[in-house]
T-cell receptor, first 116, second 115 residues
Framework: GAVVSQHPSRVICKSGTSVKIECRSLDFQATTMFWYRQFPKQSLMLMATSNEGSKATYEQGVEKDKFLINHASLTLSTLTVTSAHPEDSSFYIC????????????FGPGTRLLVL | AQTVTQSQPEMSVQEAETVTLSCTYDTSENNYYLFWYKQPPSRQMILVIRQEAYKQQNATENRFSVNFQKAAKSFSLKISDSQLGDTAMYFCAFLTTDSWGKLQFGAGTQVVVTP
C-alpha cells in the first residue's frame, strides 16, 4: 500500500524559533498534499493544500506567513512554523493524494509540536 | 457549504458486541464520497470504509459495514463483534468530486471497547 512518512514525529522548541516538518510519499508521486492541525480530542482542521510546483492554498483564518508550505518535488512537502509560540503547539498531520485519485488520501503518522 | 455532524461524543461497547455510530451530512451536491476513518491512540489515521454516493449498495469491510441513506443524508457505521483493538476515535468524512480532495471531517466519536 501507499506510505506517507512525517519527520520528525515529535519536536520541542523554544518560543520564537522556527520548526520545519517534512511530509514524504515513500512509494508514489503525490501532486497534491494536505496539511491538517489537530488539537487534543478534536477533529482534523485543514490548514492548506499543497500542490507540487505551485503556491499552497490556505484555508480561511490560517496565516500563510506563519505556516510556510513548500512542495518542491512530487514526493516531498514541508511545513515550516515560523516564530513559533506556545499556542502553535499541536498535532500536525499531512496527507497525500496518489495520482489523480482525489478520493483516496494517505495519511502520515503526524508530528507533535510543543512550543515552550 | 458542506457540514458533517457526529452527535455521539463517546460510545462504550463490550467485546464481541455491536456498536453503531451515527453521521449525518448536509450538501446540495449529487456526486460525493463518504468515509469512516479510525484514529487509534497512535493517532495514525486509518481508512475504515468508503462509500460512493452513486452506489446504492452499502459498503462492507469485514466487521465494518455502513448504512447509507442518501435521501436522509445519513451514513452510519456498524462495528460487529467488537474487539479491544477497535478502541479509537472514529471520524466521518465527506468529499465532493469537485473539491479537489478536500475532506470535511465530523467532530468524531470516541469508541471504547471493554473486556
Amino acid at each position: 500500500g501507499a506510505v506517507v512518512s512525517q519527520h520528525p514525529s515529535r519536536v520541542i522548541c523554544k518560543s520564537g524559533t522556527s520548526v520545519k516538518i517534512e511530509c514524504r510519499s515513500l512509494d508514489f508521486q503525490a501532486t497534491t498534499m494536505f496539511w491538517y492541525r489537530q488539537f487534543p480530542k478534536q477533529s482534523l482542521m485543514l490548514m492548506a493544500t499543497s500542490n507540487e510546483g505551485s503556491k499552497a492554498t490556505y484555508e480561511q483564518g490560517v496565516e500563510k506567513d506563519k505556516f510556510l508550505i513548500n512542495h518542491a518535488s512530487l514526493t516531498l512537502s514541508t511545513l515550516t512554523v515560523t516564530s513559533a509560540h506556545p499556542e502553535d503547539s499541536s498535532f500536525y498531520i499531512c496527507s497525500a493524494i496518489r495520482g489523480g485519485a482525489l478520493e483516496t488520501q494517505y495519511f502520515g503518522p503526524g508530528t507533535r509540536l510543543l512550543v515552550l | 457549504a458542506q457540514t458533517v455532524t457526529q452527535s455521539q461524543p463517546e460510545m462504550s461497547v463490550q467485546e464481541a458486541e455491536t456498536v453503531t455510530l451515527s453521521c449525518t451530512y448536509d450538501t446540495s451536491e449529487n456526486n460525493y464520497y463518504l468515509f469512516w476513518y479510525k484514529q487509534p491512540p497512535s493517532r495514525q489515521m486509518i481508512l475504515v470504509i468508503r462509500q460512493e454516493a452513486y452506489k446504492q449498495q452499502n459498503a462492507t469491510e469485514n466487521r465494518f459495514s455502513v448504512n447509507f441513506q442518501k435521501a436522509a443524508k445519513s451514513f452510519s457505521l456498524k462495528i460487529s463483534d467488537s474487539q479491544l483493538g477497535d478502541t479509537a476515535m472514529y471520524f466521518c468524512a465527506f468529499l465532493t468530486t469537485d473539491s479537489w480532495g478536500k475532506l470535511q471531517f465530523g467532530a468524531g466519536t470516541q469508541v471504547v471497547v471493554t473486556p
